[in-house]
């Protein structure tokens, strides 16, 4: 199976790409046309317009390898396709020169695609196809393609799961090759050819999705739509030509639903895994059932970083400029720059699911060498329950199945703590059907939007499926409020869970209850914050450390669950039975799992204290705290010493709340404040 320019797709590997992202105010310097978006956003009876730029390419930019002097020569071997292109990279570099992926192919190998050769180039191989176009008297300006046929390329083929070697090689341009002083000025001077190509993929996008005319199809459903309920929003980005390039819309009870449960958000963008899908993307959550409810739709035809910019900013417009607490999205420098920009306060997370599926294909010859490599990897990363754990079994299994110089695993390993359970503790996820959820939502996307449906039927498609998600949550409201619970315990504690969570909570509840029967708490330091071991007779590796307020009956575990899932955990749980408490006290249950999750007001503020949370909610003051330790060691710090931060408060923080003793009982609001002024 081959492809052509294969890479640009490959999400997480952008990360050791050797590419940067030239910024429009860069370009607008070097270029005398910058392409010009309208963005035009409907709400009611108000209407929104301005101009902005929305240019973005990329350069590539060459690292030097061990191999940096040398030049290629048929034969030469390489330990990965990566090392290769580094190694190409660098020599293109010295003489002066672009490079780009031309073709790649795999093979299937005892039931798995694998990669087996790769083709780099000259950025000036090939030739661009002359259009046909339809008689006009409308003059054109005639525009010169970058590409004149140069014949210049090393292609790598895999002998060996390690061993990649160059079977083919032309060192010879048919054009002037120039000094590396002069690279990026004639990079910068084709910023216009890029430009070019960009449109040209926004217009065969287009073409994909609306095809002849149907554009107004989509306008007139979303006007029909707003006719029939005034609070139903959408907003569409054109260009300078008037030509769409990205849409978003979200009706009244997805507004209302972001509401109550806009807590933690998902960005999903399934259609980036497969070419012949709509380009549908869609702003997802959990409600109170653990169903996956829909905030937003949008049609993301073009995927710089101003575009994703302008879709995350007309959204958050749409749910009344209220961010999440966290956001989940897949991994690309242009939609990370973007949620960094119009979520600076949002903590976010990339979707693991997402980074695990394709280990399968990163690690395929690896895979099939040791089957249970793949198993080892799950188990480490979702059960590590400290970054320490995480780490000593993480260097065990590159120890044992020899891949420490793995490209792909260190690129996974420098993100980590973007993605990995462990470093993402303190943080809501509202993270209880993860997998499920991703499932759900994978299989949406398969069965409904190809891209050889129609439009209308797309639409047809949109408000079927939206209709059924808000028929099934109607559903489960009844149910839970006429369905009998089976309880496992004689706790009063359990009937009155039972009483107050959806029938899908109290089922997580009950899982950590009747866990909390075998728990035995170990008091090891004493005061007005005492200090626990709890978890399992016998088991060190189950035991955490729970903080407990006597006098207010308060409890904090650092294993985190509450602050990820709002669910309490059984270690918590353990430790207030031993202690006498009878009922499950007010704190630990956060409002958006109950019965009652969409009583009162739709909360209109700037964040989600509200109703669903009590105001001395771990969820609350940690996330605050965590997120401000980034943000204070980011303002004069590199990025391993903000982690570094980060990952001392992760562990030192209950230290720090029990030795608020020593000079008297302090609230958490003080500690944070202090902790900020230490930090400025």
């Known amino acids: ?37 309208l963005q035009i956003e409907v709400h009611g009876d108000s209407t929104l317009a301005s101009v902005n730029n929305s240019i973005d390419n990329q350069l590539l930019v060459v690292a030097d390898g061990d191999l940096k002097n040398h030049t290629p020569c048929l034969g030469m071997e390489f330990e990965s396709d990566a ?61 010169l393609s970058i590409r004149d046929g140069c014949p210049a390329m090393m292609e790598v083929v895999r002998r060996r799961p390690e061993k990649w070697v160059v079977t083919k090689l032309v060192l010879e341009h048919t054009h002037i090759v120039v000094s590396p ?15 070019r190509e960009h449109q040209d993929y926004l217009k065969e996008m287009r073409r994909r999705v609306f095809g002849e005319g149907d554009a107004q199809i989509l306008i007139e459903y979303f006007k029909r739509m707003q006719a029939e309920n005034s609070g139903f929003f959408y907003a569409m980005q054109v260009d300078n030509r008037n030509c769409i390039t990205n849409v978003l819309w979200a009706d009244t009870k997805a507004r209302m639903s972001y509401g109550y449960f806009g807590d933690a958000v998902t960005f999903d963008t399934t259609y980036r895994q497969n070419k012949n899908m709509m380009p549908f993307a869609a702003f997802t959550g959990l409600n109170h059932h653990g169903q ?4 937003g739709c949008a049609l993301v035809i073009d995927k710089t970083e101003s575009s994703f910019a302008w879709l995350f900013e007309t959204w958050l417009t749409a749910m009344n400029g209220r961010p999440p607490l966290t956001i989940t999205t897949d991994q690309g420098k242009a939609m990370e720059a973007a949620v960094a920009k119009v979520f600076p306060d949002t903590r976010h997370r990339l979707c693991r699911w997402r980074i695990l599926s394709r280990c399968k294909k990163k690690l395929s010859d690896a895979n099939c060498r040791y089957p249970t490599l793949h198993g080892e990897l799950k188990m480490c990363i979702n059960e590590s329950v400290t970054i320490e754990t995480f780490e000593v079994y993480w260097r065990t299994i590159l120890d044992k199945y020899n891949l420490r110089d793995n490209t792909w695993l260190q690129t996974i390993y420098s993100i980590r703590h973007r993605w990995v359970p462990a470093y993402l503790k303190g943080s809501f996820f509202a993270e209880l059907t993860t997998t499920l959820r991703v499932e759900s939502m994978n299989r949406l996307y398969r069965n409904n939007f190809v891209t050889e449906s129609s439009l209308e039927m797309f639409i047809a498609k949109i408000d079927q499926e939206m209709d ?51 728990q ?18 016998g088991d060190a590796r189950s035991r955490h450390f729970v903080i407990f307020n006597e006098s207010e009956k308060k409890a ?74 980034m943000k204070c060691a980011e303002r004069g710090a590199s990025s391993a010493e903000a ?8 562990r030192n923080v209950f230290s720090e709340i029990v030795g608020f003793e020593e000079n008297g009982a302090k609230s958490l609001p003080q500690h944070m404040e202090k902790f900020q002024k230490s930090s400025s």
């Open 1 to 37: 199976m081959e492809y052509s320019s294969s890479e640009d797709d490959e999400l997480v590997e952008d990360k050791i790409s050797f590419e940067e992202d030239i910024k429009a105010s860069d370009v607008d310097q070097q270029t005398e046309e910058a392409t010009e978006s």
């Open 83 to 143: 090392s290769a292109r580094a190694f190409y990279n660098s020599y293109a570099l010295r003489l002066g020169f672009g490079i780009r992926v031309a073709r790649s192919r795999c093979e299937r190998r005892k039931g798995v695609e694998v990669l087996v050769m790769k083709r780099f180039v000259c950025l000036k191989e090939g030739h661009h196809k002359k259009k046909i176009t339809e008689n006009s008297s409308k003059k054109k300006r005639k525009r």
């Open 181 to 195: 002083e002069r690279v990026r000025e004639i990079q910068l001077s084709r910023l216009s050819g890029k430009d």
């Open 292 to 295: 996956t409810i829909v905030f």
């Open 468 to 518: 059924s998600r808000y028929e099934k949550e109607a559903q489960e409201d009844y149910a839970t409020l006429n369905a009998q619970r089976i309880l496992k315990t004689e706790s009063p504690m359990e009937k009155q869970a039972a009483n107050i969570y959806t029938r899908f909570a109290f089922e997580k509840f009950q899982v950590e209850l009747v866990e909390a029967f075998n």
């Open 520 to 537: 035995f708490p170990v008091k090891i330091q004493d005061g007005p914050l005492s200090k626990f071991s709890v978890g399992r007779d």
């Open 556 to 629: 904090y575990c650092n294993c985190f669950k509450y602050e990820v899932s709002g669910i309490p955990c059984r270690h918590v749980l353990g430790l207030l039975l031993v202690c006498g408490t009878i009922l499950l006290p007010e704190y630990c249950i956060l409002k958006r799992w109950t019965r009652k999750a969409k009583n009162g007001l739709v909360l209109h503020g700037s964040g989600h204290e509200g109703e669903n949370y009590p105001q001395d909610s771990p969820i609350l003051w940690y996330n605050d705290l965590l997120h401000e330790s």
């Open 643 to 650: 982690y570094k931060i980060a990952k001392d408060i992760l």
